[in-house]
Antibody, heavy 118, light 111 residues
Framework: QLHLQESGPGLVKPSETLSLTCTVSGGSISGSGTFWGWIRQPPGSRPEWIGHIHNRGSPYYNATLKSRVVISLDTSKNQFSLRVMSVTAIDTAVYYC??????????WGQGILVTVSS | QSALTQPPSASGSPGQSVTISCTGTTRDVGAYNYVSWYQQHPGRAPKLMIF???KRPSGVPDRFSGSKSGNTASLTVSELQAEDEADYFCISRIDGGNVYVFGTGTRVNVL
């Protein structure tokens, strides 16, 4: 049973960088053909796809966030990460790490609320 | 950002059925059989209920079923139970760089 767990600061100041890590257990992020990604959900709003990365390929990002987002893998720790640069209040959201498979999201972390505020 | 259109709410009594629509375009729902549905209870992570339009993951009750006609996908919840009261949203693959487009979400109320 795959388990994903987000970690990182719950409060980030405006203009700074939001950094989150997803630790995967119950499976290897290096597994053949696997994708790993992030979705966020602003309070009271629908979810928004941020991006994903293939364990052997380039990342894909939401076009509206592409200039500020980086998703990367750390196979030695079985983790993947998200960085969102130059954050503002609109980046306040619950951030979920996810495992995409055949254009659906089979597995989700429990989510972590990140608030952007001074 | 574009979104798939869902009704804001749907209701039904225990034992009844409710159907939620998810309307897109020829670039997303109409183009691919990659529509998935998610259930989300307040304060919880979404849970995959249907993938590839009609398929149920292991452990999802067969009271949940999916279908598609043209640019509109649908989720039907039969034999409504109290625990089915939740938000539901759809996701589709989309042409172009963003890969995915999300639905606007539907709150299902069990009366």
């Amino acid at each position: 049973q795959l388990h994903l767990q987000e970690s990182g600061p719950g409060l980030v100041k405006p203009s700074e960088t939001l950094s989150l890590t997803c630790t995967v257990s119950g499976g290897s992020i290096s597994g053949s053909g696997t994708f790993w990604g992030w979705i966020r959900q602003p309070p009271g709003s629908r979810p928004e796809w941020i991006g994903h990365i293939h364990n052997r390929g380039s990342p894909y990002y939401n076009a509206t966030l592409k200039s500020r987002v980086v998703i990367s893998l750390d196979t030695s720790k079985n983790q993947f990460s998200l960085r969102v640069m130059s954050v503002t209040a609109i980046d306040t959201a619950v951030y979920y790490c996810v495992r995409p498979h055949d254009y659906a999201f089979d597995d989700w972390g429990q989510g972590i609320l990140v608030t952007v505020s001074s | 950002q574009s979104a798939l259109t869902q009704p804001p709410s749907a209701s039904g009594s225990p034992g009844q059925s409710v159907t939620i629509s998810c309307t897109g375009t020829t670039r997303d729902v109409g183009a691919y059989n990659y529509v998935s549905w998610y259930q989300q209870h307040p304060g919880r992570a979404p849970k995959l209920m249907i993938f590839e339009v009609t398929k149920r993951p292991s452990g999802v009750p067969d009271r949940f079923s999916g279908s598609k006609s043209g640019n509109t996908a649908s989720l039907t919840v039969s034999e409504l139970q109290a625990e089915d009261e939740a938000d539901y949203f759809c996701i589709s693959r989309i042409d172009g760089g963003n890969v995915y487009v999300f639905g606007t979400g539907t709150r299902v109320n069990v009366l």
